[in-house]
């Protein structure tokens, strides 16, 4: 049986992989254009704030990405014998807690500016010798924002699907959402140009709520990968659907009286470990050899699969318990 830690993707993987950095090259290079237009047309308005704030936090998680694939697919040594696929969850972390620590603040400044009744002004500027009204340069940087990302972000959806990669998903789902910081800014301007100047400070709580919400979801996910959480799904909607194949795999193979099956994410890969409480000690190097490399040609998300034949198990949860039934006249595999 090999080493059980994988490194790579599968080679039919390595094309995706490809085109998840090249675009979320492009992701970086449309960011830093967004938010330069942005801060050239901020005025004083707190809308433009919070979505010039959110175009700029957005640049965190395709960096994060970046600086995760180049670190976790590095070999396993003495001092990292797993591997360097946690570095994922490293960066899916800091992105996400920079996301909600952001979005409180902006949330609490804008109530605060909110109840001073501060009125922000939207004057006019010069552009090639005509007085043009900032808030249609406003309204322009604005779409700029949030048209092509919302594309992009679908696209990334698909990749990291594909390669289960929770930073890439969080990326896609923040340049979704990019349309309703970019509508709510829309709204706060318009309001600033009929009068309405209450409209721009409540805006601006619309996209912090957003972006601390996005926060708040990614934190609590990222954390939960780090202390070996269940594997779910990249939208962490559901309970990843290898855990029941695992399960299944193990509960046909007959040797086996009774197992512990315990599943825990490592990045963008799955590590298994089963202890197995055997029916008879006949010929179990072979049998576990057998039953690792079946559960590893599920999928290649299942890198770091350990099974272990024990001599009983005591306080094992109930739900990681799998008993096969043992097949007539048969002792063995």
Known sequence: ???????????????????????????????????????????????????????????APPIAFMVATRIRYKPPNARFAYGYHRAVEVAFLAGALALLIMGVFLVADSVLKLLSGEHPPIGMVELFDWQVWLGWLMLAALLWSAIPVLIIGRIKIKLAEKLHDKVLYADAQMNKADWLTAGAAIVGVVGIGFGAWWLDAAAAIVIGLDIAHDGLKYTRGAMKDLLDGHPRTPDESAVHPLVPKVQAVVAELDWIEVAAVRMRELGHVISVSVLAVPRDENALLDRVEAAGERICALDWKLQDVVVAVVRELEDAPEDVLVRPAARAGATSR
């Open 1 to 59: 049986m090999k080493y059980p830690v994988g490194r790579e993707i599968p080679p039919e993987l390595q094309p995706v992989l490809r085109k998840a950095i090249r675009l979320e090259w492009i992701s970086i290079a449309y960011l830093i254009s967004a938010i330069t237009a942005i801060y050239f047309t901020l005025g004083s308005s707190q809308a433009m704030r919070g979505a010039w704030l959110e175009d700029l936090l957005s640049l």
